[in-house]
């Protein structure tokens, strides 16, 4: 997980989804029992991971070759 390292303390913030993606996002919910924050927060992570070239931070030998040669 991208954010391991960090606090888990949770900060409020308010997001817009559409109606398809609510009730998808419910059914989950109801079928598996895990919350749907804890969806959307494993979904940003998986985007901050396939983004992570473009944050701040050191770099590794192979995200810099990947970013000369896209």
């Given at each position: 997980?991208?954010?391991?390292?960090?606090?888990?303390?949770?900060?409020?913030t308010?997001?817009?989804?559409t109606?398809?993606?609510?009730?998808l996002?419910k059914?989950?919910n109801?079928?598996?029992k895990?919350?749907v924050?804890e969806?959307?927060?494993e979904?940003?992570d998986?985007?901050?991971?396939?983004?992570k070239?473009?944050?701040?931070?050191?770099?590794d030998l192979?995200?810099?070759?990947?970013?000369?040669?896209?």
């Amino acid at each position: 997980m991208v954010l391991c390292d960090m606090a888990n303390k949770k900060v409020t913030t308010t997001v817009y989804i559409t109606e398809e993606q609510n009730q998808l996002l419910k059914e989950l919910n109801r079928r598996t029992k895990v919350p749907v924050a804890e969806f959307i927060r494993e979904g940003i992570d998986l985007v901050l991971e396939k983004h992570k070239i473009n944050l701040p931070g050191q770099l590794d030998l192979q995200d810099l070759l990947n970013k000369r040669n896209p």
